[in-house]
């Protein structure tokens, strides 16, 4: 059981808009930032978004994100075939002091 | 070039030790907080830990408070997972992973993993 609530799948088509939804707590993404990561088939993590909105380098305006109280979220538009991958998010929990991961969220282009 | 590599994984029995070293390269390793998140197979991300950039500190996530221990060599630029009394569901893929310059709870950069199964 993940501290931070992710639906396991989504789908979208090409081209589509698709968002990804992340709930947690006080302690976590009602205190901090929330960052995520993609991690496409047998790859390791990489980082998305990180100060809940804001992109790294090389990473397309195509993602973005947002954040409102205890609740964040992963907006992707015009999906493409490569976006397929498990998304995660990610908050610092101060109750715990340590990072806590949603579940992932497994994105299919149909 | 940022360069993580994880070293270390095996198989190894209930109850005893592993430690899996992380070699860094392309960035002042000193001035990082470095971590340590597993992935077991077919599951989601779980931090295990985290030392920040002096070494001075260390947290855990609580199922492995006790029984592992982050450390770091910064002359070697080399960060290191100590695992004792390991158990079976401690076996996943230990990725090593670099903290964030502005803010070190955060992992920004990421290792190809390295595999642990505990296994009798």
């Known amino acids: 059981q993940s501290v931070l609530s992710q639906p396991p799948s989504a789908s979208g088509t090409p081209g589509q808009w698709v968002t990804i939804s992340c709930s947690g707590g006080i302690s976590n993404i009602g205190s901090n930032y929330v960052y995520w990561y993609q991690q496409l088939p047998g790859k390791a993590p990489k980082l998305l978004l990180y100060n809940s909105k804001q992109r790294p380098s090389g990473v397309p305006d195509r993602f973005s994100g947002s954040k409102s109280g205890t609740s964040a979220s992963l907006a992707i538009s015009g999906l493409r075939s490569d976006d397929e991958a498990d998304y995660y998010c990610?908050?610092?929990?101060?109750?715990?002091?340590?990072?806590?991961f949603g579940g992932g969220t497994k994105l299919t282009v149909l | 070039q940022v360069h993580l590599v994880e070293s270390g994984g095996g198989v190894v029995q209930p109850g005893r030790s592993l430690r899996l070293s992380c070699a860094v390269s392309g960035f002042s390793f000193s001035n990082y907080g470095m971590h340590w998140v597993r992935q077991a197979p077919g599951k989601g991300l779980e931090w295990v830990a985290v030392s920040w950039s002096d070494g001075g500190s260390e947290y855990y996530e609580v199922s492995v408070k006790g029984r592992f221990t982050i450390s770091r060599d910064n002359s070697q630029n080399t960060l290191y997972l100590q695992m004792n009394s390991l158990r079976p569901e401690d076996t996943a893929v230990y990725y090593c992973?670099?903290?964030?310059?502005?803010?070190?709870?955060?992992?920004?950069?990421w290792g190809q993993g390295t595999l642990v199964t505990v296994s009798s």
């Open positions: 990610a908050a610092w929990d101060d109750r715990l002091s340590g990072v806590v």
């Open positions: 992973a670099r903290g964030e310059l502005l803010d070190s709870r955060y992992p920004d950069f």
